[in-house]
């Protein structure tokens, strides 16, 4: 038996809004400099790591595959493309639009509340 210890899970939205068909998600982050996993993250200029903001889309298409398939768990199994265009900074607000085709290829933009993208990015899923 291991004695190693996890951290707990984080949650990288604030809000997942799955839309009634099933193909499309969106959801909302605000980053903030108090957020427990900010701390020590360039302190004196606070920005959202690249990994968080895929973490926020695997989150979000992991909503809509729940709700696609009964309750399903979605595994992400590749990353295709992405693209990190613009910083994610204290008080910022990312939108996540995210689509997911039959095959559990999501395709998402992250933009901030300034309307500039942030990044884009094109992932694969599978049903567990």
């Known amino acids: 038996m291991s004695s190693q210890s996890y951290a707990a899970p984080l949650r990288a939205v604030d809000e997942v809004v799955v839309d009634?068909?099933?193909?499309?998600?969106?959801a909302?982050?605000?980053v903030t400099r108090t957020?427990?996993?900010?701390?020590?993250h360039y302190p004196d200029f606070t920005i959202y790591p690249g990994v968080f903001m895929l973490e926020s889309v695997v989150q979000t298409a992991r909503e809509l595959v729940a709700v696609r398939h009964g309750g399903a768990r979605a595994t992400l199994v590749?990353?295709?493309?992405?693209?990190?265009?613009?910083?994610?900074?204290?008080?910022?607000?990312?939108?996540?639009?995210?689509?997911?085709?039959?095959d559990l290829v999501a395709k998402a933009t992250c933009t901030r509340?300034?309307?500039?993208?942030?990044a884009t990015m094109t992932l694969e899923f599978r049903v567990d």
Request: a positive charge; hydrophobic letters at 35%.
């Open 28 to 30: 909302r982050k605000r």
């Open 35 to 40: 957020d427990p996993y900010l701390a020590g």
């Open 113 to 118: 509340g300034d309307g500039k993208k942030a």
């Open 20 to 26: 009634p068909d099933g193909t499309s998600a969106a």
């Open 78 to 102: 590749g990353i295709r493309s992405l693209r990190f265009t613009a910083p994610l900074l204290d008080g910022d607000e990312m939108s996540v639009a995210l689509t997911l085709s039959a």
